[in-house]
């Protein structure tokens, strides 16, 4: 019984999936094809974020990477999503949790309130009532969906909230999406992105009044 050891190793297989070539570069072909029509995109709800999850999810599974020669899954999200990696993991955990919604009705929702649905889909198991969130999702605005999920998940009500509109030239997009995803490794994932603008104000008006008192 010496050959029956564990085929796994820190999680992953110890001997890899035989690599199929020709679907290899076909699922790489499509990635990439979706990532660049993305950039091309000015519209953040896109409708293709339901395919990427699944191509994703195959790459990791069958190490597609090895095509590239590339050491590792993390490796190739590196190179596919150098800015951040987060989206690809949000992305695969859709195609992974979300199998009860058809994949028509997530790509009406937009894959940001898909993530959401994630959330309740793993937090309620088997008892998720995908038909009632779904219907929530495509009603609901993106925030007040949020907030309809945290206190789905916390028991808690939220305080009352308001969307706010900025215009920003797309020459400062990336100085603020760079501050608020900085702001959020500082203070931890699990904040929103407005209590990240919030810090960051905050921090703002210390250094201002720092100046008052000196002058």
């Known amino acids: 019984m010496i050959g029956l050891t564990s085929l796994w190793t820190n999680g992953q297989p110890a001997v890899p ?9 076909f699922v790489l072909g499509r990635i990439d094809e979706i990532l660049t029509w993305e950039k091309n995109k000015e519209k953040e709800h896109d409708v293709r974020f339901v395919e990427l999850g699944e ?5 990791r599974s069958k ?9 590792s899954f993390e490796e190739f999200l590196g190179k596919r999503f150098p800015e951040s990696r987060r989206k690809a993991y ?27 649905l994630v959330k309740v889909a793993r937090r309620d198991g088997e008892n998720f009532d995908c038909a009632t969130w779904l219907h929530k999702a495509k009603e609901m605005p993106k925030e007040g969906f949020k907030g309809e999920v945290e206190r789905h998940l ?18 400062q997009l990336p100085v603020v999406e760079k501050a ?10 699990d904040k929103s992105r407005g209590y990240c603008l919030e ?12 100046q008052s008192e000196k002058s």
């Open 63 to 71: 190490q597609y990477w090895r095509l590239e020669k590339l050491g």
């Open 180 to 189: 608020v995803e900085t702001a959020a490794l500082m203070l931890g994932s």
């Open 199 to 210: 810090m960051i104000c905050a921090d703002f008006l210390a250094g201002a009044n720092a």
């Open 17 to 25: 999936p035989e690599l199929d070539p020709r679907r290899a570069q």
């Open 154 to 171: 916390t028991g808690k009500e939220t305080e009352p909230w308001e969307i706010i509109y900025f215009k920003l030239y797309k020459s």
């Open 55 to 59: 191509h994703l999810c195959e790459v």
């Open 90 to 116: 949000y992305l695969m955990a859709i195609h992974e949790n979300l199998t009860r919604i058809p994949k028509v009705q997530l790509r009406e929702v937009g894959w940001s309130k898909a993530v959401e």
